[in-house]
């Protein structure tokens, strides 16, 4: 957090230091992003990723979609626009907030934009399934994704028992866990942890931590057999 001192903000270990909340999903050959944080840019370079095949989002909030410019480094590299995966919800926030992106006449070397509206319907990208799921964000709706026993879920503190049934059978979920004291549009530590015992998934990471969490070590070392907290870099394969 800009301007903070406390013990997470000034830790040493790499495990507290944290960019927006984004994950690369990638199969042998096809790449997805979920959603294009501020951090985008240094994300792809960091992650060294090379191909990139399309971006979903979950959700119109900046944190999730400041960095979405930065795709036209994709478009140079494979000269062609950028499919985008998202909700109604979603889509006119792009088109209002990269309005220079969908102009008539657009200034050379803007991002290329394909846009695909979803809804609840699985569909596919390349050879992974996705499988939307709605989860709710204080009153605003977001989309959790599933790719075929992976579900990735941030910025919900409720998902409703119908699309609950949705998620059941994962091997392994990203659910999001602000801190510990209630928040009003995010779970907390102990309501993410309730919720993947409700779901009964064996694997949990949680993620978009606040610094208000506490250390990474000390608050992993605290979680029951199987829940994690997710951290910069981590990489999960699945079968
Ligand atoms: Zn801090
Ligand atoms: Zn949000
Ligand atoms: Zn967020």
């Keep these: 957090m800009i301007g903070?001192?406390?013990?997470?903000?000034?830790?040493?270990?790499?495990?507290d230091k944290r960019l927006r909340s984004s994950i690369l999903v990638q199969?042998?050959?096809?790449?997805?992003?979920?959603?294009?944080?501020?951090?985008?840019?240094?994300?792809?370079?960091?992650?060294?990723?090379?191909?990139?095949?399309?971006?979903?989002?979950?959700?119109?909030h900046k944190d999730h979609l400041a960095g979405l410019d930065d795709v036209r480094a994709f478009n140079?590299?494979?000269?062609?626009?950028?499919?985008?995966?998202?909700n109604s919800l979603t889509e006119e926030a792009i088109k209002r907030e990269f309005a220079y992106a969908f102009a008539d006449k657009?200034?050379?070397?803007?991002?290329?934009?394909?846009?695909?509206?979803?809804?609840?319907g699985p569909f596919y990208i390349g050879d992974i399934p996705v499988q939307p799921v709605e989860v709710w964000h204080h009153k605003?709706?977001?989309?959790?994704?599933?790719?075929?026993?992976?579900?990735?879920?941030?910025?919900?503190?409720r998902i409703e028992d119908t699309e609950k049934e949705k998620i059941r059978g994962c091997d392994v979920i990203v659910l999001n866990a602000l801190r510990k004291e209630k928040h009003i549009s995010h779970y907390t530590l102990?309501?993410?942890?309730?919720?993947?015992?409700?779901?009964?998934i064996p694997r949990a990471y949680f993620t978009h931590i606040s610094h208000q969490l506490g250390l990474h070590q000390t608050v992993d070392a605290g979680l029951p057999e199987g829940i994690s907290l997710a951290y910069d870099g981590?990489?999960?394969?699945m079968n």
């Design 4 to 15: 903070c001192g406390c013990e997470v903000c000034s830790s040493s270990n790499k495990k």
């Design 27 to 60: 199969s042998a050959d096809t790449s997805i992003v979920v959603d294009t944080t501020p951090d985008f840019r240094y994300q792809m370079l960091r992650a060294g990723v090379k191909k990139l095949d399309a971006v979903v989002f979950t959700h119109p």
């Design 76 to 86: 140079f590299i494979q000269q062609k626009a950028m499919p985008l995966y998202a």
């Design 106 to 120: 657009k200034y050379p070397g803007v991002p290329e934009l394909q846009l695909n509206t979803i809804s609840d």
């Design 140 to 157: 605003m709706p977001v989309l959790g994704f599933r790719f075929g026993k992976f579900m990735y879920i941030t910025d919900a503190n």
């Design 190 to 200: 102990d309501e993410a942890i309730a919720e993947v015992r409700d779901l009964g």
């Design 234 to 237: 981590l990489e999960v394969l």
